[in-house]
């Protein structure tokens, strides 16, 4: 870490004594240390809006002798630190401005010329052939739940909708919605159960837990309300994990080997053109 930060502070102040100061002409500079000069183009942008004269003035100062500091600590550096660190550090700023700009260019090419579509079919050809990898790290549950006031009026003819839920019980219970407290009527979407429970604290309670099954409704009551829940399904840890509920990750996977085989092509093309067009080249030691 100390040796990434001492990196990041070369390139800052590499780039700002290259950056900043290569001109000759100081009629705007701003300041100056030693021949480095901090011009008035340098200091757009720093300014928030509608900000007054005076804070304007504090911001600007502050930029400056910030700038103004970095200077002078880059140039006792360059004067007090071994000539070998010097030069390790040199390398290192290297390195880093060539990692930056080839990622950099990587990435503009992948977004504009790779194709990111993925069928239904890969991922199914990937989940059916690997399913055994897919393995759930925690519970999931496919429920429902309703979650009422305790003095919340027809819990009768409440609780009878949600139980029987046919088409015209759930168009019903969505337009009672706005009486709920909070609610989920979608109960063919695999949910974890650690969300389930900081919603419904109450079903981590021992006494609850019993009542924890496939196809079985639950109804609680607590001093914040009344909670009803049917629960249809449930996976276990470790059992393998339903393609619905890992279709975003096996999509993952497949795009990253997508950019993986892209990136590949890409390489060999620029390499291959290099080599055609003469500008790489590989000695031969016994040339030499």
């Given at each position: 870490?100390?040796?990434?930060?001492?990196?990041?502070?070369?390139?800052?102040?590499?780039?700002?004594?290259?950056?900043?100061?290569?001109?000759?002409?100081?009629?705007?500079?701003?300041?100056r240390?030693?021949?480095?000069?901090?011009?008035?183009?340098?200091?757009?942008?720093?300014?928030g809006?509608?900000?007054?004269?005076?804070?304007?003035?504090?911001?600007?100062?502050?930029?400056?002798?910030?700038?103004?500091?970095?200077?002078?600590?880059?140039?006792?550096?360059?004067?007090?630190?071994?000539?070998?660190?010097?030069?390790?550090?040199?390398?290192?700023i290297?390195?880093?401005?060539?990692?930056?700009?080839?990622?950099?260019y990587?990435?503009?090419?992948?977004?504009?010329?790779?194709?990111?579509?993925?069928?239904?079919?890969?991922?199914?050809?990937?989940?059916?052939?690997?399913?055994?990898?897919?393995?759930?790290?925690?519970?999931?549950?496919?429920?429902?739940?309703?979650?009422?006031?305790?003095?919340?009026?027809?819990?009768?003819?409440?609780?009878?909708?949600?139980?029987?839920?046919?088409?015209?019980?759930?168009?019903?219970?969505?337009?009672?919605?706005i009486?709920?407290?909070?609610?989920?009527?979608?109960?063919?979407?695999?949910?974890?159960?650690?969300?389930?429970?900081?919603?419904?604290?109450?079903?981590?309670?021992?006494?609850?837990?019993?009542?924890?099954?496939?196809?079985?409704?639950?109804?609680?009551?607590?001093?914040?309300?009344?909670?009803?829940?049917?629960?249809?399904?449930?996976?276990?840890?470790?059992d393998?994990?339903?393609?619905?509920?890992?279709?975003?990750?096996?999509?993952?996977?497949?795009?990253?080997?997508?950019?993986?085989?892209?990136l590949?092509?890409l390489?060999?093309?620029?390499?291959?053109?290099?080599?055609?067009?003469?500008?790489?080249?590989?000695?031969?030691?016994?040339?030499?």
């Open positions: 870490m100390l040796r990434k930060s001492i990196v990041g502070l070369m390139v800052i102040l590499h780039l700002a004594s290259c950056s900043y100061f290569s001109s000759d002409e100081t009629a705007d500079a701003v300041a240390v030693g021949e480095s000069y901090l011009y008035k183009k340098d200091l757009s942008g720093i300014y809006e509608d900000m007054s004269r005076e804070d304007s003035m504090v911001v600007r100062n502050n930029f400056v002798n910030t700038w103004a500091m970095r200077q002078l600590f880059m140039d006792k550096a360059r004067i007090n630190l071994p000539e070998e660190q010097l030069r390790e550090f040199e390398k290192l290297e390195e880093y401005k060539t990692d930056l700009y080839t990622t950099t990587k990435e503009a090419l992948i977004n504009s010329a790779m194709d990111t579509a993925v069928t239904t079919s890969e991922i199914e050809s990937l989940y059916n052939n690997t399913e055994d990898k897919f393995k759930l790290n925690e519970e999931l549950w496919r429920f429902r739940y309703i979650e009422v006031s305790p003095g919340f009026g027809k819990l009768d003819e409440l609780r009878k909708k949600f139980r029987s839920f046919g088409e015209e019980d759930k168009e019903e219970l969505e337009e009672m919605a009486k709920f407290k909070s609610y989920s009527l979608e109960d063919s979407i695999w949910v974890k159960t650690s969300q389930i429970l900081q919603k419904i604290p109450a079903l981590g309670e021992e006494e609850n837990r019993k009542n924890i099954k496939k196809s079985n409704f639950i109804e609680l009551t607590d001093s914040l309300g009344v909670y009803l829940i049917y629960i249809n399904d449930i996976l276990q840890r470790n393998n994990a339903p393609m619905s509920y890992i279709k975003p990750t096996i999509k993952q996977i497949l795009l990253n080997r997508k950019k993986l085989e892209f590949r092509k390489e060999k093309e620029i390499m291959d053109e290099a080599v055609r067009k003469k500008k790489f080249q590989i000695y031969d030691e016994s040339d030499k």
